[in-house]
């Protein structure tokens, strides 16, 4: 038996993987929906645009992770390596933390300091430490180098439902919105931060593209571009970043962010995440 990986929902990781995924939560008006089971980024989409509507997110319980950690280890796996969406923007480590001091030391937790593939990435790679059969230190370190050589960018059209979420502070979305400029993020150990601001959405895209290109530098990578509800641009994009990187890009992911992401960033995200080859 391999050593088994655990990850959330948030990790929008594409299919044919064999990792075990604990949902968020996502509430709409007081009605709860797990991410990828109950709660589509559709639904919250529309709820952003009504007024009076309010969307909000929950970690997974540390019973929830108990449970699954407990069944993987009762079905013969030696360990397991949880690895999850960054501390700053969730409590879903501390959860997972809770849950493996109660199961015991062949659990350990990996802080990813980033979601969406910038959390997947680091997911695929314990994935397959753990299929070329990886001790759990193995397995665990394979995470964390892989996090060192991913950088999550963002494109918002604006940073008010980031600024209402509480994932980036006041300042910065006074600044993005007050100046009628589009705010492009990035990762920054663990947290939202402005990396650049443009003044028209092709500009932003175009800058998220040349920032790309420049994370990348010489390496080779494996790249994921992320959008909500904008899949024709998100296409687009992707073919951009194809086209500047050459033979250099090896995987390319193109996928719509899920609810609870979709809840705290709005209409019209698009992001990039690269993976730079070790």
């Known amino acids: 038996m391999r050593v088994a990986v655990v990850t959330d929902s948030t990790a929008y990781l594409p299919a044919g993987h064999d ?35 309010a969307v909000t997110t929950s970690r997974p319980s540390p019973e929830l992770f108990v449970s699954a950690y407990r069944r993987l280890l009762d079905a013969g796996a030696p360990g397991v390596v949880s690895v999850h969406l960054s501390a700053a923007l969730s409590g879903t480590v501390e959860s997972a933390t809770l849950a493996a ?40 370190r394979a995470a964390a180098d892989a996090i060192d050589r991913t950088t999550t960018l963002l494109y918002v059209d604006t940073l008010e439902f980031i600024r209402r979420s509480g994932r980036i502070g006041p300042a910065s979305a006074l600044l993005g919105t007050a100046l009628s400029v589009k705010p492009i993020l990035h990762v920054s150990d663990g947290a939202i931060v402005l990396r650049d601001k443009v003044r028209t959405a092709s500009r932003g895209l175009a800058r998220l593209v040349d920032l790309a290109v420049e994370t990348a530098g010489e390496s080779d990578v494996d790249a994921a ?33 899920g609810a609870v992401v979709a809840a705290h960033v709005g209409p019209g995200l698009l992001g990039i995440v690269i993976h730079r080859g070790g």
Do not use: C, K, Q, W
Not at 21 to 50: F, K, M, Q, S, Y
Not at 117 to 127: H, K, S
Not at 243 to 252: A, D, I, K, S
């Open 19 to 53: 990792v075990t995924v604990v949902p968020l939560t996502v509430v709409i008006n007081g009605v709860e929906g797990r991410e990828g089971l109950d709660a589509t980024p559709a639904e919250v989409a529309r709820a952003l645009g009504a007024r009076r509507v």
């Open 101 to 140: 001091a109660e199961v015991g030391e062949r659990v350990a937790v990996v802080d990813a300091r980033s979601t969406g593939m910038g959390l997947g990435f680091p997911v695929l790679a314990a994935a397959a430490a753990a299929a070329e059969g990886a001790d759990l230190d193995g397995v665990r």
């Open 225 to 257: 571009v992320h959008h909500l509800g904008a899949g024709d641009r998100a296409a687009a994009l992707a073919d951009a970043l194809s086209e500047r990187l050459g033979e250099r890009l090896h995987e390319r992911y193109v996928t719509e962010v």
